[in-house]
């Protein structure tokens, strides 16, 4: 970027996006009117750039894009529709409303996101506003769940730390809820109108935190309760990681400038891991978290859309910038950061008693897609379970489901469900198998050059005998494929990895950090599947003959010199 721009950070022409969101009175648009149009299933660019802020991606079915284009039919439109949980938690009630819609007005699937949301795919347009409605009408919103704003705030959820969890969930809510934006466009479009438990509503459209364009990018964040890093805290723009003191919530430490994102063949876009500055108590963390986000709103590259996040903000700068200008605007400065550690990012599955006697059982779910399958009724046994519970639901930030804060008296009752419909814990999967992760990909992304969730099982399949053959079938791997290099299920942070080139076609990366503490590199470029596993037998068995007592395999094979170690986004290419 140039000095001039450093200066002046917003001077360069601005994207079109700039100009669809200056010109949408605040998010409204065309959207009222588009929707009522029956001619098409489709909506104008204008409008879908504004639908993500609504919560909502125009998407078609590229199953039948051919086809369709064979007898003269416009592709099979349809949205993908996010619902926000912030923290991952839900109750019954709200489970059951998220079936009851995915039935009547998706595909009959519901995906748990890595961001702890709800994903429905498959909905129609004129579907869109009873879905919607839906969806508030059970105290949950769509509202910022994507666009230009802060997403869903992740939250960790602990279940063997419940009182720990319950304040830091709090927190997660807080954030939320004052990072949310103040347009009453979506209450005008979607509810009528209709006031929905916003106190915050008055008379004097204006939207203080973000302005009238809102942010450059999507901004996110996420808040990690060690030893468990299951956020991938590095991976957030903005991280926070929670101290600990005698099991009192001290504050948090703060990492800035995480980003999973990247382009193929542009190695001015990489992703980043945030970098700690500094520790804050817990009441400070709103002004933190807000000053950040100004902060990003007033110097992000409002240009080049690519250049847009919150991480080549503070590159380019530095973060010594970053933090003057942080410390300025709060008129306080951060403490010094507190001692913390990580050891793991995957979730702790089966039943586990939590500080407040109550049981939490973590269910293995393979990339989120809840559905029923022949042999296997997961839909149909969670909606059996909601039935009944009195606890929560919570969405792991690794696609998961923990059955929460379930009593004593009805432990057997769930447990009987359980067994009744075959729900796993994963014990009968691989290690590798229950540290995996993929995006939808095809064939509803648009973004998508390759498979992901629909092939990354049967990978996994061909994968597993070498690791049976080497003795490693126990061992956690975190292993992850996206279908692009957006990187929707974090994939640099992985030990292996696989994103999407093109149909059939991934890069192969290596040496993340089982912790989630380090970017993986590079290993071979636009390989299939036989090469993909002609490449990994021999380093399986190496890692299985020559591991040292407690090494994990992304530390291995940059000891053995598979791969260089990633210290910074701007070594991740290279």
Known sequence: MSENNLLSPNSAPHSDVERIKRESNYLRGTLAETLEDRITGSIPDDDNRLMKFHGSYMQDDRDLRNERQKQKLEPAYQFMLRVRAPGGVVTPDQWLMMDRIAQKYANGTIRLTTRQSFQLHG?????????????????LSTLAACGDVNRNVMCNPNPYQSEV??????????????????????????????????????DTEEEPIYGPVYLPRKFKIGIAVPPSNDVDVFSQDLGLVAIVEEGKLIGFNISVGGGMGMTHGDPNTYPQVGQVIGFCKPEQIIDVAEKTVTIQRDYGDRSVRKHARFKYTIDDRGIDWFIGELHNRLGWQLEAPRPYRFDHSGD?????KGSNSKWHFTLFIQNGRVKDEDGYLLMTGLREIAKVHTGDFRLTPNQNLIIGNVTAKKKKQIEALIEEYGLTDGSRYTALRRNSMACV???????????????????????????????????????????????????????????????????MYLGGGFAGERLNKLYKEN????????????????????????????DFVIRAGYVKEVRSGQDFHS
């Open 123 to 139: 909905v129609l347009k004129w579907n869109m506003k009873k879905t919607i409605r839906e969806v508030n009408d059970a105290l």
């Open 165 to 202: 969890h319950g304040e830091v969930y709090e927190w997660a809510s807080r954030l939320s809820e004052h990072l949310n934006p103040r347009t009453r466009a979506y209450h005008e479009i979607w509810l009528d109108g209709e006031k929905v438990l916003d106190s915050r509503d008055n």
């Open 348 to 352: 702790r599955y089966g039943w586990v």
């Open 441 to 507: 990909a095809l064939p509803t992304c648009g973004l998508a050059m390759a498979e992901s969730e629909r092939y990354f099982p049967t990978l996994l399949e061909k994968i597993e005998p070498m690791l049976a053959e080497a003795g490693l079938q126990n061992e956690d791997i975190v292993i992850r494929m996206t279908g692009c290099p957006n990187g929707c299920a974090r994939p640099a942070l992985a030990e292996i990895a696989f994103i999407g080139k093109a149909p059939g076609k991934y890069n």
């Open 527 to 554: 390989i299939g599947e036989a090469e993909i596993l002609e490449s990994l037998k021999p380093i399986i068995a190496h890692y299985g003959k020559e591991r040292k007592e407690g090494e994990h395999f992304g």
